[in-house]
């Protein structure tokens, strides 16, 4: 059995001999699988978002300051 791709131009599940797989998500090993790929990348992207902020802790310049994110890294607006 081979596996399934979803195809981002498209927005259809194909599968192993379809579109180039720059345009697709996969493989994955069922149909149903590909279908979902969208929201599994949603949610590995909130689950990968949240591990990041946990590591990280605050965003601090050179000077280990802590940073708002706004203006340069000095801090500056």
């Known amino acids: ?3 399934w791709w979803y195809n981002l131009r498209t927005q259809q599940v194909e599968p192993d001999d ?3 797989n720059a345009e697709r998500l996969g493989p994955f090993d069922t149909q149903q ?3 979902d ?9 909130e689950e990968w978002d949240a ?10 310049d050179a ?3 802590e940073w708002d994110g706004k203006g340069d ?3 500056e607006s």
């Open 73 to 75: 890294a000095e801090g």
């Open 51 to 60: 591990g990041e902020k946990e590591w990280d802790g605050p965003a601090t």
């Open 1 to 3: 059995m081979g596996q």
């Open 63 to 65: 000077v280990g300051d």
């Open 37 to 45: 790929a969208l929201e599994l990348a949603a949610k590995r992207n």
């Open 18 to 20: 379809g579109g180039p």
């Open 33 to 35: 699988e590909a279908a």
